[in-house]
């Protein structure tokens, strides 16, 4: 709890700064585009932290997200297949790719640093290839506007994926910290061979970690695939799967595994999205938008290393 | 009697820690070519002792003398300038090195000029030099991955001859080492004295300490609770010393266990010794001890009865039912646990709580529809813990937190709650204190006299006299020998975990 509060602090003090700046900050259209980026990234940030958990990593989200968007743009235009099944064939083929992944890491032992960025490459180039290395788009083709809704549309006001994300969050809280197979994620990315030894099908567990995250990823797929509205295949999606992965380590997730949670891994988002937004509103260049990306999550993870190291002390007591 | 001032002189040392007093007015002192073994159950101030002795921490009250002169100790490096050297617990060796890089890691002698190249010439003649001192027959070239843990803690011993330690402390030097490992270790203790050295020998294994101590020093709750000299050494003095009281002697292995078979293994085959088989039998409520030397395949037998290695062959029989394990919940799922060796990388999830660790072999128990119920696993986890008198804050306590013993408690509360019908204990006290160790021969009879059939491994030799109702030797992945509880002797077991079969009797293979 206290690793959120304190991720939830500096979103807080970030809010604060860039909201007596600039004003506009506060405004309705500002923050309501900022929620539905906060939805698309967070619903599939939420599957690399579940990734992470277990202690993997899944680099190929950005380009399973271009993939996806021309697989799916080519679908529904070129096929005219029903908007709906299109979305469904293209999740599935998702949660597909996640399999693979999984099966590629327990069952032939390799590291998921290496299966996923063999995914990166290949998934980038096959979408290349199929687009013809056209961009791909939704154009003002029909029947799939209810579907194109849940991207660009808002309800009450709140943008769609950020009710998505809500749900999504929601659902996956319970899996994470209330379920059997929660637990056993987290005794996964703790101590493998500890929970094999005590019943766990670990092979299993790890596999449906890339499962999930290949649905999440599908889903973000898809929202941000109308919302975007055009695919270009060569750079949809690029660095999308490096914010995941920030969003999660931000919100308390360890690169070695075991350690993390929903709420966090949201905090996170948000403070990515803020800062992306900070860059706009605040007028610096946007060249420099990765560079104040990459210098905030640096002081983030320096300060939450400097918290941690505190109360440690006076722990080395008399127990031999 | 001598000149010569002691070689280390510890007195009146007192240490708290946030107004825990640890050690309180300790005195130690060890002589030239002294054996000093320092025994006490856990948490009796041994480890901080040593940790004041090698600067990690520094003592509230009290002096240190080395050779007669007071010194401040504020480092491992400060104390070793001193002579004093240590060999610990876990080793502190690098894989990627060869024997000489270890030894002088550090302090690589280097030719002259602004490149400091290694000498490599003198490197190697010095440690070989060490390496003969010692009496181990490897090149100083050799990988230290292609090493023996034994050969491993040599290598630690010549590095702190390297430095020319004239006194060197082992801080359980034997607790991973076989029998004749073990011989050889206290072997190298005595030509060590032999050769001036002086040494202090911290062990949980008395018989050892019988062995080769010349002084033993008895810590107690932080304070010296009594020294024995020669003679005086025998294992009960020991025990009371350490404890305060005296322990009644576990109540010797009964012969009341049934003869029906409980667990038949049959011509099993590992994929360590593909070319032998195993084959034995236990009944209801008996202790089957595990003897042989590390590597002679106990483990991988182990391991293979309970699935996380699959058997090459053989089959098994549980109440003249036919098995298959295949997997770790094949095993679980007919009642035959292991409680593994290595209880922190396989016994429990050591970052986690004890209500997590207890709980995961049987979650499903305490989550209906997949939802785990916070409060009956709570209960769940508070009954089997304190059924097995875990010493623990509460069961939100993180398991890397308790002693060896109390972590070895958890992990068979694991078990305990699902009635096991086998138990496959492997090295199952190793590291534990006393006190600790007595409870869990305790908690293994209970449970074989509730019917269940209980396999122990162990390297310790006592422990196998003492609490098997019948031994069997392993000797290169397969059983040269079952002794029946008459029989027992050191030297019987011995023979056979050497590979003799000749006069034991026939192999009683089920």
């Given at each position: 709890?206290?690793?959120?509060?304190?991720?939830?602090?500096?979103?807080?003090?970030?809010?604060?700064?860039?909201?007596?700046?600039?004003?506009?900050?506060?405004?309705?259209?500002?923050?309501?585009?900022?929620?539905?980026?906060?939805?698309?990234?967070?619903?599939?940030?939420?599957?690399?932290?579940?990734?992470?958990?277990?202690?993997?990593?899944?680099?190929?989200?950005?380009?399973?997200?271009?993939?996806?968007?021309?697989?799916?743009?080519?679908?529904?235009?070129?096929?005219?297949?029903?908007?709906?099944?299109?979305?469904?064939?293209?999740?599935?083929?998702?949660?597909?790719?996640?399999?693979?992944?999984?099966?590629?890491?327990?069952?032939?032992?390799?590291?998921?640093?290496?299966?996923?960025?063999?995914?990166?490459?290949?998934?980038?180039?096959?979408?290349?290839?199929?687009?013809?290395?056209?961009?791909?788009?939704?154009?003002?083709?029909?029947?799939?506007?209810?579907?194109?809704?849940?991207?660009?549309?808002?309800?009450?006001?709140?943008?769609?994926?950020?009710?998505?994300?809500?749900?999504?969050?929601?659902?996956?809280?319970?899996?994470?910290?209330?379920?059997?197979?929660?637990?056993?994620?987290?005794?996964?990315?703790?101590?493998?061979?500890?929970?094999?030894?005590?019943?766990?099908?670990?092979?299993?567990?790890?596999?449906?970690?890339?499962?999930?995250?290949?649905?999440?990823?599908?889903?973000?797929?898809?929202?941000?695939?109308?919302?975007?509205?055009?695919?270009?295949?060569?750079?949809?999606?690029?660095?999308?799967?490096?914010?995941?992965?920030?969003?999660?380590?931000?919100?308390?997730?360890?690169?070695?595994?075991?350690?993390?949670?929903?709420?966090?891994?949201?905090?996170?988002?948000?403070?990515?999205?803020?800062?992306?937004?900070?860059?706009?509103?605040?007028?610096?260049?946007?060249?420099?938008?990765?560079?104040?990306?990459?210098?905030?999550?640096?002081?983030?993870?320096?300060?939450?290393?400097?918290?941690?190291?505190?109360?440690?002390?006076?722990?080395?007591?008399?127990?031999? | 009697?001598?000149?010569?001032?002691?070689?280390?002189?510890?007195?009146?040392?007192?240490?708290?820690?946030?107004?825990?007093?640890?050690?309180?007015?300790?005195?130690?002192?060890?002589?030239?070519?002294?054996?000093?073994?320092?025994?006490?159950?856990?948490?009796?101030?041994?480890?901080?002792?040593?940790?004041?002795?090698?600067?990690?921490?520094?003592?509230?009250?009290?002096?240190?003398?080395?050779?007669?002169?007071?010194?401040?100790?504020?480092?491992?490096?400060?104390?070793?300038?001193?002579?004093?050297?240590?060999?610990?617990?876990?080793?502190?060796?690098?894989?990627?090195?060869?024997?000489?890089?270890?030894?002088?890691?550090?302090?690589?002698?280097?030719?002259?000029?602004?490149?400091?190249?290694?000498?490599?010439?003198?490197?190697?003649?010095?440690?070989?030099?060490?390496?003969?001192?010692?009496?181990?027959?490897?090149?100083?070239?050799?990988?230290?991955?292609?090493?023996?843990?034994?050969?491993?803690?040599?290598?630690?011993?010549?590095?702190?001859?390297?430095?020319?330690?004239?006194?060197?402390?082992?801080?359980?030097?034997t607790?991973?080492l076989t029998l004749s490992e073990t011989e050889?270790?206290l072997?190298?203790?005595?030509?060590?004295?032999?050769?001036?050295?002086?040494?202090?020998?911290?062990?949980?294994r008395l018989g050892e300490v019988e062995q080769?101590?010349?002084?033993?020093?008895?810590?107690?709750?932080?304070?010296?609770?009594?020294?024995?000299?020669?003679?005086?050494?025998r294992h009960d003095?020991?025990?009371?010393?350490?404890?305060?009281?005296?322990?009644?002697a576990a109540d010797k292995a009964q012969a009341?266990a049934?003869?029906?078979?409980?667990?038949?293994?049959?011509?099993?085959?590992?994929?360590?010794?593909?070319?032998?088989?195993?084959?034995f039998?236990?009944?209801?409520?008996e202790i089957l001890g595990f003897a042989g030397l590390v590597?002679a395949?106990r483990?991988?037998?182990?391991?293979?009865?309970?699935?996380?290695?699959?058997?090459?062959?053989?089959?098994?029989?549980?109440?003249?039912?036919?098995?298959?394990?295949?997997?770790?919940?094949?095993?679980?799922?007919?009642?035959?646990?292991?409680?593994?060796?290595?209880?922190?990388?396989?016994?429990?999830?050591?970052?986690?709580?004890?209500?997590?660790?207890?709980?995961?072999?049987?979650?499903?128990?305490?989550?209906?529809?997949?939802?785990?119920?916070?409060?009956?696993?709570?209960?769940?986890?508070?009954?089997?813990?304190?059924?097995?008198?875990?010493?623990?804050?509460?069961?939100?306590?993180?398991?890397?937190?308790?002693?060896?013993?109390?972590?070895?408690?958890?992990?068979?509360?694991?078990?305990?709650?699902?009635?096991?019908?086998?138990?496959?204990?492997?090295?199952?006290t190793?590291?534990?204190?006393?006190?600790?160790?007595?409870?869990?021969y305790?908690?293994?009879?209970?449970?074989?006299?509730?019917?269940?059939?209980?396999?122990m491994i162990s390297s310790d030799m006592e422990e196998i006299l003492h609490v098997s109702d019948r031994v069997a030797v392993m000797h290169?992945?397969?059983i040269t020998g079952v002794l029946d509880r008459a029989d027992f002797s050191e030297e019987a077991i011995m023979r056979l975990a050497v590979g003799r079969t000749e006069k034991a009797k026939a192999v009683a293979?089920?």
């Open positions: 709890m206290r690793k959120e509060l304190g991720i939830f602090l500096l979103l807080a003090a970030l809010c604060a700064v860039v909201a007596v700046v600039n004003p506009r900050f506060l405004g309705a259209a500002n923050l309501q585009n900022m929620a539905r980026l906060i939805g698309m990234y967070g619903i599939f940030s939420i599957g690399l932290g579940i990734v992470i958990i277990t202690g993997g990593i899944d680099l190929s989200v950005g380009s399973i997200f271009a993939l996806l968007g021309v697989v799916l743009a080519m679908l529904l235009t070129d096929q005219g297949w029903p908007g709906p099944l299109g979305a469904i064939t293209v999740v599935a083929g998702s949660m597909g790719l996640g399999l693979l992944h999984g099966l590629l890491i327990t069952r032939i032992g390799l590291q998921p640093f290496i299966v996923t960025l063999c995914g990166l490459l290949f998934y980038r180039g096959l979408a290349r290839f199929v687009a013809e290395d056209e961009t791909k788009g939704f154009g003002s083709a029909r029947g799939f506007e209810t579907l194109q809704s849940a991207a660009t549309e808002s309800v009450l006001g709140v943008p769609m994926p950020f009710v998505l994300l809500l749900v999504i969050a929601a659902i996956m809280w319970v899996v994470l910290h209330r379920s059997v197979y929660g637990r056993y994620l987290f005794a996964v990315g703790k101590n493998e061979e500890a929970a094999r030894y005590s019943g766990v099908r670990t092979r299993r567990i790890i596999t449906g970690a890339y499962v999930i995250s290949g649905a999440l990823a599908g889903i973000a797929g898809v929202l941000i695939a109308f919302y975007t509205n055009s695919i270009a295949p060569s750079t949809h999606g690029n660095f999308n799967e490096l914010y995941g992965i920030a969003a999660a380590v931000l919100g308390g997730c360890s690169l070695r595994g075991g350690e993390g949670s929903i709420l966090g891994i949201l905090i996170g988002t948000a403070l990515l999205q803020v800062l992306q937004n900070l860059v706009n509103l605040l007028g610096i260049p946007s060249s420099l938008n990765f560079a104040v990306m990459g210098a905030v999550i640096l002081v983030g993870v320096i300060a939450d290393e400097l918290f941690k190291r505190r109360p440690s002390k006076g722990l080395s007591n008399a127990i031999s | 009697m001598t000149i010569t001032p002691p070689v280390l002189e510890m007195a009146g040392i007192t240490k708290r820690f946030s107004g825990v007093v640890a050690l309180d007015q300790v005195n130690l002192t060890v002589g030239q070519g002294e054996v000093v073994a320092l025994i006490g159950e856990n948490g009796a101030g041994k480890s901080t002792l040593m940790k004041i002795l090698g600067g990690v921490h520094a003592p509230d009250a009290g002096t240190i003398r080395v050779g007669g002169t007071p010194v401040i100790i504020r480092s491992v490096g400060d104390a070793m300038a001193r002579g004093i050297g240590f060999v610990h617990q876990e080793l502190n060796v690098l894989d990627n090195l060869d024997i000489a890089g270890n030894v002088f890691l550090g302090r690589e002698p280097v030719h002259g000029g602004p490149l400091r190249l290694i000498d490599r010439k003198r490197l190697h003649a010095e440690t070989d030099a060490l390496l003969e001192r010692l009496g181990i027959g490897v090149s100083s070239r050799t990988s230290l991955a292609a090493l023996s843990l034994a050969q491993r803690q040599m290598v630690e011993i010549a590095r702190a001859l390297s430095q020319n330690a004239r006194l060197v402390l082992m801080d359980e030097p607790s991973s050889r270790l072997q190298v203790v005595t030509e060590l004295r032999a050769q001036g050295v002086s040494i202090i020998y911290i062990s949980h080769i101590a010349d002084r033993v020093e008895v810590l107690r709750d932080g304070k010296n609770a009594g020294t024995l000299t020669g003679e005086g050494i003095a020991l025990v009371t010393l350490m404890v305060g009281r005296d322990i009644a009341a049934t003869k029906t078979p409980r667990f038949q293994v049959r011509g099993l085959q590992t994929a360590r010794y593909p070319e032998r088989t195993v084959s039998s236990i009944g209801a409520g590597g395949g483990t991988e037998v182990a391991q293979a009865l309970f699935g996380v290695e699959r058997a090459r062959g053989g089959s098994v029989l549980l109440d003249n039912k036919a098995i298959s394990i295949t997997s770790p919940q094949d095993a679980i799922a007919s009642g035959i646990y292991l409680i593994p060796e290595d209880r922190r990388r396989f016994g429990l999830i050591t970052d986690m709580v004890l209500r997590e660790n207890v709980t995961l072999p049987a979650l499903r128990r305490v989550a209906p529809a997949g939802l785990i119920q916070r409060g009956a696993e709570q209960e769940t986890a508070r009954n089997a813990c304190g059924s097995l008198n875990v010493k623990a804050p509460s069961v939100e306590a993180t398991a890397s937190t308790l002693s060896g013993g109390n972590q070895q408690k958890v992990v068979l509360a694991k078990w305990l709650s699902l009635g096991p019908k086998v138990l496959l204990f492997d090295e199952p190793r590291g534990i204190d006393v006190g600790a160790k007595a409870e869990i305790e908690q293994m009879r209970t449970l074989a006299r509730a019917g269940a059939a209980i396999l290169e992945g397969g293979a089920a």
